[in-house]
């Protein structure tokens, strides 16, 4: 007599950590589209502060 499961779980581990990044990426994804727009003013800001006192300009 058998001992152990009777069903194959073989893909299962794989499905589960397929669903796992997915949900992390788009956990990232949504990230990037709602502070996008404040990363990129905090790095401009930050640019041309340093340009101020330095004889450069931000591109």
């Known amino acids: 007599m058998p001992t152990g499961p009777t069903h194959d779980d073989t893909g299962a ?3 589960e950590y397929g669903l796992l990044i ?3 990426a788009a956990v990232i994804a949504a990230a990037v589209f709602l502070f996008g727009g ?3 003013n905090l790095f401009s800001d930050s ?3 340093v340009a101020a006192h ?3 300009t931000c591109t």
């Open 22 to 24: 997915t949900g992390i």
């Open 54 to 56: 330095v004889s450069t």
């Open 47 to 49: 640019c041309q502060s």
């Open 38 to 40: 404040a990363v990129l």
């Open 13 to 15: 581990s794989a499905v």
